[in-house]
């Protein structure tokens, strides 16, 4: 129960996130989930190994530091991200609801 628990929270949020990206991309939802999913899946292998050299090399508080360092970084690319896309994130199209 607790495996799929946690595994429901840690990928339930991409989800969420697909979304959004449909909301606001409509008209390139394939271009734009497959760049994110690209994002995605590449921190979800390289962000293990790195955490784990630094740790080897310098220690678990280095590793923790730079994995830090790393979520500061994306947190902001995300804050330029959204700025750059305007006020078509903030404002985005309901979604339509289904027929029947």
Do not use: E
């Amino acid at each position: 129960v607790g495996i799929a628990l946690a595994f429901g929270c840690g990928w339930g949020w991409t989800g969420l996130l697909n979304i959004a990206i449909t909301r606001v991309w409509s008209g390139r939802v394939a271009s734009v989930t497959g760049v994110m999913q690209s994002g995605l899946f590449g921190g979800s292998v390289a962000g293990p190994l790195v955490f784990a050299a630094v740790a080897d090399q310098t220690g678990y508080l280095d590793a923790w530091l730079v994995a830090a360092a790393a979520l500061a970084v994306a947190a902001s690319s995300v804050a330029v991200a959204g700025r750059c896309v305007g006020a078509s994130a903030a404002d985005p199209q309901p979604l339509s609801r289904p027929v029947g």
